[in-house]
């Protein structure tokens, strides 16, 4: 539906009440606000919804007067609501006396800029991206910070700890989660309406299955799109994912690391670029089919991975995941079919059409359009400046890196092991991101703030693993 009058008929003939619209906040999680379907009109198109936008964290309460413009194309009937609701996304706005332009810090815009930015230079068309979802299903969560009194408990029927409470027996081991059939697999259909809710809303699904993590870990895997609306997928796939737990009495998180010693919550992100309709990274001669292009962009990619790690991995948990033994990757490299590679490249993408190669270090704590954003142009530098990630010594690593010996592991760069480090690097490097105006200076000074004030929180919080270590000394 591409016209006001198309999306009036649509709720017309499907007896819809309300109208919801779904924004994005600077953290990357969605809000919303809803009204009545008659108070949709041309008007709305043209003027927008106004809303303060310093609530979202972006501008100063002085200058925070905006306007949401939503995107027709997006409008879907909303499967959690019991009342008819048209849910949709969209840009915001900044109010100006003559007219409206888009506000430069929203995700969603900064996003579209990347994009346009690609195609204004003649590198692509098309920035095609693939992510897998991977999230715990637990039964439940409690978690408290209080001055005199920290901790959390989460719970999942079949984990390894209940052996001596589940009456069937069917729990499953430490890190034994993999591909497991029910009964172990307590979650199969539960997993399945989720993927077929993503179904009704657009986004296509390419399989789901149990991951390593014995206590409930789950993947959902989608098929590509281009970045924008792989982003808005991301969205649509968390608000499905949490609401569809949440029906069945559960809860799921895609928090990085909730468990200790367990499989962490990655978000690999499968990519490819598109010109004239051809994909740019395939080459029959090159290394693992890889063209000159694809290993260019890989080569940007590699040199600010760093930097990238302060806003594909922006939380201090995410550091947890980031640790060796767990799949998880943690030194600057690339490889084939290698999961401790930072860049791992799919042995089984052989046509034209499949090379790609996948990003494995993002989590779901990012914002996704403020990521996929980031990794475009730190691709885009490498192309524009044919960075060569072998003669600049970032592999291909194919040998499993965990297995070095630490003098050899040492010798290879590594990712930020720290939110600190990850942001000390992004306030150092960031020039690639604001080329061409696609993210504002005062986008990355405000989120950088934000992130160290989340940081040092966390840091001044005595940690219960504190206490039976130094609390009898």
């Known amino acids: 539906m591409k016209t006001i009058q198309e999306i009036l008929a649509f709720c017309n003939e499907n007896h819809v009440q309300m109208v919801d619209f779904k924004m994005i906040d600077i953290v990357g999680r969605w809000r919303h606000l809803t009204f009545p379907v008659e108070r949709l009109t041309e008007n709305t198109m043209q003027y927008g919804i106004g809303f303060d936008g310093s609530n979202y964290g972006y501008a100063s309460v002085e200058n925070s007067d905006m306007v949401f413009i939503p995107d027709l194309e997006t409008a879907v009937i909303d499967p959690f609501a019991h009342v008819k609701t048209l849910s949709m996304m969209g840009n915001v706005m900044v109010i100006r006396q003559t007219e409206n332009k888009p506000f430069d810090q929203y995700p969603r815009n900064v996003a579209l800029r990347a994009e346009e930015y690609m195609r204004s230079l003649g590198v692509a068309d098309q920035m095609l991206c693939g992510p897998e979802h991977e999230f715990y299903i637990f039964d439940s969560v409690r978690f408290e910070s209080l001055p005199n009194r920290v901790f959390y408990e989460v719970d999942a029927e079949n984990a390894e700890w209940n052996s001596g409470k589940l009456a069937s027996g069917y729990t499953v081991p430490h890190k034994g989660n993999y591909h497991l059939t029910p009964p172990h697999d307590m979650n199969w259909d539960l997993r399945s309406r989720m993927c077929l809710a993503m179904e009704e809303w657009g986004v296509k699904v390419k399989y789901h299955h149990t991951e390593v993590g014995g206590c409930s870990q789950q993947e959902i895997e989608v098929e590509y799109d281009d970045m924008t609306r792989t982003a808005d997928k991301a969205m649509i796939a968390k608000y499905i994912i949490k609401n569809t737990a949440a029906q069945a009495g559960k809860t799921a998180t895609m928090m990085p690391k909730p468990v200790r010693g367990e499989a962490g919550n990655g978000m690999h992100i499968h990519m490819q670029l598109f010109k004239g309709g051809s994909n740019l990274f395939f080459d029959e001669s090159g290394y693992s089919h890889l063209s000159d292009t694809a290993l260019w962009f890989i080569g940007g990619i590699l040199k600010h991975a760093s930097s990238l790690c302060g806003i594909t991995n922006p939380s201090t948990n995410s550091f947890?995941?980031?640790?060796?033994?767990?799949?998880?990757?943690?030194?600057?490299?690339?490889?084939?079919?290698?999961?401790?590679?930072?860049?791992?490249?799919?042995?089984?993408?052989?046509?034209?059409?499949?090379?790609?190669?996948?990003?494995?270090?993002?989590?779901?704590?990012?914002?996704?359009?403020?990521?996929?954003?980031?990794?475009?142009?730190?691709?885009?530098?490498?192309?524009?400046?044919?960075?060569?990630?072998?003669?600049?010594?970032?592999?291909?690593?194919?040998?499993?890196?965990?297995?070095?010996?630490?003098?050899?592991?040492?010798?290879?760069?590594?990712?930020?092991?720290?939110?600190?480090?990850?942001?000390?690097?992004?306030?150092?490097?960031?020039?690639?991101?604001?080329?061409g105006g696609v993210f504002p200076e005062s986008l990355i000074t405000q989120w950088i703030a934000r992130k160290r004030a989340e940081q040092d929180d966390v840091d001044r919080v005595p940690h219960p693993a504190e206490f039976a270590l130094y609390y009898d000394l």
């Open 320 to 435: 947890k995941r980031l640790v060796p033994g767990f799949e998880a990757p943690v030194t600057i490299g690339y490889a084939t079919a290698n999961r401790s590679a930072v860049i791992r490249i799919p042995a089984y993408a052989k046509s034209p059409e499949d090379k790609c190669f996948e990003l494995r270090n993002p989590d779901a704590t990012c914002n996704m359009y403020y990521a996929l954003a980031a990794i475009l142009m730190a691709g885009i530098d490498g192309v524009q400046n044919r960075i060569d990630p072998q003669a600049n010594g970032w592999g291909p690593y194919d040998f499993n890196l965990f297995d070095l010996p630490e003098k050899e592991r040492k010798s290879i760069g590594g990712l930020p092991k720290s939110l600190g480090e990850a942001l000390d690097a992004l306030e150092n490097d960031h020039a690639y991101l604001t080329a």
